[in-house]
């Protein structure tokens, strides 16, 4: 059979030249819309890039040479912190001129949690279920009035998420947030592949696409046209994090002090791995002295529990998708020929057949946002507690869930409290602050008086 659908000669060339002509198993099914939608799919496909990323997915790649990154450790000695204290005040004067704006990936699938519907708006809050968006939202509400200026704010979406994203923030009137200076856009998708490198239908008439990673973010952000948006609005930096981590510190005067007296163009947060085989990338430096993250299922099981004189883990720094992005900088890489690389996974997919949907192995293909880092000159890393920034909600339960999540969410509060000398009761179960009540220790009055209760919401 061949299918002639006048305009699309070129695509459905492509198709057959590629070998994909099972694509076109439903035509006859299909309506004249049907066929549209499909062969406009079709259209947006590279097929000779696919080809080099499946080739790319069934090759090894060769192990790379690296050590561990230096990095900047929470300050112990007066001098260190007084260090800190620089950097807090140079970062305070940067967020007050209006140069940060705060930018969150929101365009995954969520699949792990198996929430029906965008991430962000799972409901986090340990008192108030607040969602993920409402807590990041009321954060920058609380940063804008502590400094005194508007902190833009930019969400990357997905396709599969962006409208139901999109009307969330609009029934709740974009949490009293400026809602010209908060920009959605969407990320590209990427289809993936079986394992003959071949592409799957999700439907008799659409190819199963997945979003291209959070490393998508940067050009999402430069095709959207946000990024010419932001460079008008003078801002210089952008505060990178992930939608799923409730306790990060959004805006960080100390992190972007630092970030601007290293003249970095890209700076991250790092924590102190807790055991060898957890699952986070490490700062590493590369051969050419670049700095860069490799993942943890690509480092070596040697490296992984490698020790120092100490007997601490040489790799020890961890990634946790925090950064700092200045906008020149995105500007540069986007604007040019340097795209980020794609990293292969081996995944369960759902294939339609006309039997109904089953699953297959294939291959997924997503760029990482910090394969940014080796293209930078300048960067900087910053150590962080765990306990202070990082409680992800990845899974429904166990580790790394909304319930560890939630407890490390408590305890900052409550640990807050107590550094204040304000009187907690051992009744006290949970503790929820507003980010609209207090964004850090010291926004909390001294005379506050906690109720004798088992759960306390504070807004
Ligand atoms: P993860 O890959 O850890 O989480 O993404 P996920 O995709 O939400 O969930 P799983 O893996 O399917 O269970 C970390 C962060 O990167 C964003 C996510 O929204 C999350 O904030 N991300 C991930 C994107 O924005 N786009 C992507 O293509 C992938």
Redesign the pocket.
């Known amino acids: 059979m061949t299918i002639h659908f006048p305009g699309y000669e070129t695509v459905i060339n492509n198709v057959y030249d590629s070998g994909n002509e099972h694509v076109f198993s439903y035509w006859d099914t299909l309506n004249p819309d049907q066929k549209k939608h499909l062969l406009e799919e079709l259209s947006t496909i590279h097929f000779e890039t696919l080809q080099q990323l499946y080739e790319l997915a069934k090759r090894n790649l060769p192990s790379l040479d690296f050590k561990p990154a230096p990095y900047t450790p929470v300050p112990k000695t007066d001098e260190e912190k007084k260090e800190f204290e620089k950097a807090k005040q140079i970062g305070i004067e940067t967020i007050k001129k209006g140069k940060v704006a705060a930018f969150?990936?929101?365009?995954?699938?969520?699949?792990?949690?198996g929430f029906d519907g965008p991430?962000?708006m799972f409901p986090v809050g340990a008192v108030s279920k607040k969602s993920l968006f409402q807590i990041h939202a009321e954060k920058i509400r609380a940063y804008e009035l502590k400094y005194d200026v508007a902190i833009p704010w930019c969400i990357?979406?997905?396709e599969a998420n962006h409208d139901a994203t999109l009307a969330y923030f609009e029934q709740n009137n974009f949490f009293n947030l400026n809602k010209e200076k908060v920009f959605l856009f969407k990320?590209n998708m990427i289809p993936s592949l079986d394992e003959n490198g071949k592409l799957i239908l999700e439907s008799p008439c659409s190819i199963f696409r997945?979003?291209?990673?959070?490393?998508?973010?940067l050009t999402a952000l430069y095709q959207s046209g946000t990024l010419d948006t932001l460079q008008a609005l003078n801002i210089a930096i952008l505060s990178y994090?992930?939608?799923?981590?409730p306790l990060v510190r959004i805006i960080d005067p100390v992190f972007i002090g630092f970030h601007r007296m290293h003249d970095a163009e890209v700076s991250s947060k790092a924590l102190v791995k807790a055991y060898p085989e957890e699952k986070i990338g490490v700062f590493v430096q590369f051969s050419n002295n670049r700095i860069g993250v490799v993942e943890y299922s690509d480092l070596p099981l040697e490296k992984q529990y490698e020790k120092d004189e100490q007997g601490q883990l040489r790799y020890a720094a961890g990634s946790i998708?925090i950064h700092l992005f200045n906008t020149r900088f995105i500007a540069s890489v986007t604007g040019s020929n340097v795209t980020l690389p794609f990293h292969v996974a081996k995944k369960s997919i759902p294939e339609y057949t006309d039997k109904g949907i089953h699953y297959i192995t294939g291959y997924k293909f997503?760029?990482f946002?910090f394969d940014a880092l080796p293209l930078t000159q300048h960067n900087f890393i910053l150590e962080t507690k765990r306990e202070e920034e990082f409680a992800?909600v990845?899974?429904k339960t166990g580790v790394d869930s909304v319930e560890s999540a939630q407890e490390l969410m408590i305890n900052l509060h409550k640990r807050w409290l107590t550094q204040k000398g304000i009187a907690i009761s051992p009744k006290l179960k949970k503790i929820e602050l507003s980010p609209l009540f207090a964004i850090e220790k010291d926004d909390i009055p001294q005379s506050l008086i906690i109720l004798d209760k088992e759960e306390v919401y504070i807004e």
């Not at 969150?104 to 792990?112: F, I, T």
């Open positions: 969150v990936v929101a365009g995954g699938q969520g699949s792990r949690l991430k962000g990357m979406t997905s990320q997945n979003p291209d990673g959070h490393g998508g973010s994090f992930q939608v799923d981590n998708a997503e760029k946002v992800p990845k899974n």
